[in-house]
């Protein structure tokens, strides 16, 4: 039998405190080699800094974590020579050009004046800056700006990359053209952990998310496992006049299948039927009004989503979360 690799990242029992305000708590948390990882919570929920602590830029109160087996405190330099960090504000200089950047990243990893020319090279043309690698970067979009960030956290060709919410303040097209690069660099086999608080890029990118909230890891799975969780699906039908929906009212309480938690609302001629959202209920739903002729004007199905998730784990009441 194949033995399991190790994981890239293990933390166990991690605890930091400022003061008397507890940060992380006993925190677990295992990352698998060559995926990307999500870290989400609210504001203050301590995602900047574990990534602090795994960066080698802060030391925990209490615990370990080991990346790629090597100890965060004890074997910092080698460690150091092992990550990458893209950090939530693009690390640039203005004055510099692209490649003048990239090459005094080089100096500084002692990387040689050839090998620091050809990684710059590869990675200008990876990241689409070869027409501005020439100019200041005082003159690039924000969007350059962060992809020159994160070329420059792969200079020494990290095993592991911290991005620490890389997508902040950039517009949507920016936003998508570094979820372009990331999962690129994935698929090279880079393993990522990725904080954020975009929603959408952690189900769009990650593997596994964790869900982290007072200092603890609440919830830790897929981005399906982690919906799975959610209570609060349904299907949602419009009508245009009362008779209708009081029709499918009666339809639906003579419907086999239980219908605990059915919503009526006559202001707005709607009726919102609890619902997992799949086809064949679908289905079932649109065939029995259909055979009592009674017409919808609008439907729309909703299954919980990982904004779900995260009003219900971060304790704001929004959904409910299922037994496990």
Do not use: C
Request: charged share 25%; hydrophobic share 45%.
């Amino acid at each position: 039998m194949t033995p399991e690799p190790a994981p890239a990242l293990s933390v166990r029992h991690l605890r930091r405190a400022f003061g008397t305000h507890v940060v992380l708590d006993d925190l677990h948390l295992d990352v698998e080699p060559g995926t990307v990882f999500a870290l989400l919570g609210p504001n203050g929920a301590g995602k900047t800094t574990l990534v602090r602590i795994l960066a080698t830029l802060s030391e925990p109160d209490g615990g370990t974590a080991h990346i790629f087996g090597h100890d965060t405190v004890t074997a910092a330099d080698r460690v150091r020579e092992l990550i990458g960090v893209t950090g939530q504000y693009a690390a640039v200089d203005g004055v510099l050009t692209g490649t003048e950047n990239l090459r005094l990243t080089g100096r500084l990893l002692h990387l040689g004046k050839r090998e620091t020319t050809r990684r710059s090279t590869d990675l200008l043309e990876r990241f689409d800056l070869v027409a501005a690698a020439d100019k200041p970067v005082a003159s690039y979009s924000g969007g350059m700006r962060r992809r020159l960030d994160l070329a420059m956290s792969l200079m020494g060709r990290p095993r592991m990359v911290f991005l620490d919410e890389p997508t902040t303040g950039l517009d949507p097209r920016s936003r998508r053209d570094l979820w372009t690069a990331i999962r690129e660099l994935a698929a090279d086999g880079t393993t990522i952990l990725l904080t954020t608080q975009y929603l959408e890029e952690a189900d769009h990118l990650a593997d596994r998310i964790a869900v982290l909230d007072g200092g603890r890891i609440v919830a830790d799975g897929t981005p399906a496992e982690l919906k799975g969780l959610i209570t609060g699906g349904h299907i949602r039908f419009r009508f245009a006049d009362s008779t209708l929906l009081a029709a499918a009212a009666q339809a639906v309480d003579a419907h086999a299948v239980s219908r605990a938690g059915v919503q009526l609302d006559p202001e707005q001629l709607v009726l919102q039927i609890p619902s997992d959202g799949s086809v064949a209920e679908i289905k079932l739903l649109l065939d029995s009004f259909a055979e009592l002729g009674i017409a919808i004007e609008q439907l729309t199905v909703h299954t919980p989503d990982l904004d779900d998730v995260f009003f219900a784990l971060t304790g704001q009441p929004n959904r409910t979360v299922a037994a496990a």
